[in-house]
């Protein structure tokens, strides 16, 4: 007798377990609720990535003392070319990415 009781009792335990659900029904909000929702825009910046042709690196221009003019004028073309670029740079500053 013992055993059959057993497994009434496991049976009905499982039956009472079948029923139950471990998920919480959501609570309804009172109808006198003093916040309502609003949705809200979350604005979201993407930045341009900027193309590798503008961040390459100049070489410096060297030498001796007596081509100091010509190395003047390397470097100061140096100088112009990346100043052009940069300006290329802020140009794309502020526009927006293609996704």
């Known amino acids: 007798m013992p055993g059959i009781s057993r497994l009434l009792m496991c049976v009905l335990l499982v039956l009472m377990l079948a029923g139950a659900t471990c998920q919480r029904k959501p609570e309804q909000p009172e109808q006198g609720v003093a916040v309502a929702p609003e949705p809200v825009v979350v604005e979201r910046r993407v930045y341009v990535p900027v193309p590798r042709m ?3 690196q100049e070489a410096i221009a060297e030498g001796p003392i007596p081509m100091c003019y010509d190395v003047a ?3 100061r073309a140096a100088i112009e070319r990346l ?4 300006q290329q740079i802020q ?8 996704p």
């Not at 100043?83 to 940069?86: E, F, I, L, T, V």
């Not at 140009?91 to 293609?98: M, R, V």
């Open 91 to 98: 140009a794309l500053q502020g526009t927006e990415a293609k």
């Open 83 to 86: 100043n052009a670029r940069m």
């Open 54 to 56: 503008l961040t390459r």
């Open 73 to 75: 004028a390397q470097r």
